[in-house]
């Protein structure tokens, strides 16, 4: 099976953890994409989608799904979303399309995470995806510097501004051998907006595109 097949595989397959009635946290990516066509099949049976990125609104829209507010919404049951990788516990590095902000804040809202991903995602120690950072544009060369003490190689994402406006950090160099510890130190430097460390938003479900068809990966809380 080709990759394209597989995400469209694992896109329809997430249609079966959406909670009928419910608001469905969406995602961003390729992945996600054919979740969200996948979605349009059953449109009358949900209340509607919260979006983490203009580009998921559009195609959402465009297949006549209403997208709320996040300020309009407390929980919702899942949010569904890819990732670039994620390790045997259910940490994931994500922001390659660079929507890692709004994807931790709609997958805070979540009580499950579910991720969908071909086989190609799933790695023992995260880090070889280099690590997206979105930053305050005055702090860049700052935490470019601390980047780089700590043994990264941190380059800005040329000509991306994220939907907040703001650019990406990419970090190559770091094996990421504590997810929960790295996320929490980048997380409190000044001027970094979202760290695409999600340890403490994990998956709670991985479901897996393989060539043997989706496996399902179930991660302790
Ligand atoms: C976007 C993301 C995506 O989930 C991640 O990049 C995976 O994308 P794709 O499904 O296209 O491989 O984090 O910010």
């Not at 195609?59 to 049951?77: F, K």
């Not at 935490?143 to 003490?149: G, K, S, V």
């Not at 950090?169 to 504590?178: F, M, Y």
Request: hydrophobic letters at 45%; one cysteine or more; proline letters at 5%.
């Amino acid at each position: 099976m080709t990759q394209d097949e597989l995400k469209a595989l694992v896109g329809q397959a997430a249609t079966a953890y959406v909670v009928p009635g419910s608001v469905v946290g969406v995602g961003t990516g390729s992945t996600v994409n054919c979740f969200i066509d996948a979605l349009a099949t059953m449109k009358d049976r949900i209340a509607g989608a919260i979006s983490s990125s203009e580009k998921s609104s559009e195609r959402l829209r465009a297949h006549g799904i209403t997208v709320l507010d996040g300020n309009s919404i407390e929980r919702i049951p899942v949010y569904i979303d890819g990732a670039d990788e994620i390790d045997h516990q259910g940490h994931m590095i994500k922001g390659g399309g660079a929507a890692l902000t709004r994807e931790k804040i709609v997958a805070d809202m979540a009580e499950r995470f579910i991720c969908i991903a071909d086989e190609s995602k799933l790695v023992a120690t995260l880090g070889a995806f280099p690590l997206p950072i979105e930053v305050i544009a005055m702090a860049a060369a700052q935490i470019e510097r601390r980047l780089r003490a700590m043994g990264g190689q941190p380059t800005l994402r040329p000509g991306v501004l994220t939907d907040n406006g703001c650019p990406i950090i990419d970090v190559r160099g770091l094996r990421i051998t504590d997810p929960v510890g790295l996320e929490r130190e980048i997380n409190q430097w000044p001027g970094v907006v979202s760290v695409g460390i999600f340890a403490r938003n994990k998956a709670s479900v991985c479901l897996l595109g393989t060539a043997g068809g989706v496996k399902t990966l179930a991660f302790p809380a």
